[in-house]
């Protein structure tokens, strides 16, 4: 007979039915992958949550706004030329986008809505990126550190990193209208 923790009441034992225990989790052996742990989801954020979120978005937007144009400006930073005037509009546009579509995602939550705001601003950024390349406002002097190909490189992955985006925004943008345009921003899990 086999020893208590192996079998039930009546020392019968069946080892495709008994629990293995793992670190993340517990499995049985008729899992599909034995030793796989059950894949946990992620609980999806509140509406309370995402509006929060959006708030601090236009708040954040708005403080970005009046650092570089009013106080204390993007003068204070000595690694920036007069070029950069040639590109401040356009940071100035993208930061107002995101503060729109943040005003907006916080009045109204609707995952189609969210997708479209992604889209957006995302483009914007993109628009941004793009001209910033092209004008390259930056002067790091006689810096023995590569800033140049930093910079660069940094550019380069945020202009990859938003052609990315712009097709995740597009595909979740599909989604949403598949679910239905009265969706929220994450639909319930059963």
Do not use: C, H
């Not at 579509?101 to 916080?106: C, D, G, P, R």
């Not at 990315?164 to 921003?185: E, N, Q, S, Y």
């Amino acid at each position: 007979m086999p020893p208590p923790e192996l079998g039930d009441a009546r020392g019968s034992f069946d080892p495709a039915r008994e629990p293995i225990e793992r670190d993340a989790g517990t499995v049985t052996a008729d899992s599909q992958e034995i030793g796989q742990p059950t894949p946990r989801r992620r609980r999806a954020a509140s509406p309370a949550a995402r509006r929060l979120g959006s708030a601090i978005g236009v708040v954040v937007g708005m403080l970005l706004l009046l650092f570089v144009n009013v106080w204390p400006g993007w003068q204070v930073l000595p690694f920036l030329t007069a070029e950069t005037v040639d590109v401040l509009p356009w940071i100035n546009v993208s930061l107002a986008t995101g503060v729109v579509v943040n005003l907006i995602e916080f009045i109204f939550d609707r995952a189609w809505l969210k997708a479209l705001g992604d889209f957006v601003t995302t483009s914007v950024g993109l628009a941004v990126t793009i001209r910033v390349w092209q004008v390259y406002p930056f002067d790091f002097g006689d810096s023995t550190f590569p800033w140049d190909i930093v910079v660069r490189t940094l550019l380069m992955l945020a202009i990859v990193g938003s052609a990315v985006g712009i097709l995740a925004a597009v595909v979740a943008f599909v989604r949403a209208l598949v679910r239905g345009p009265d969706a929220t921003t994450r639909p319930p899990r059963g």
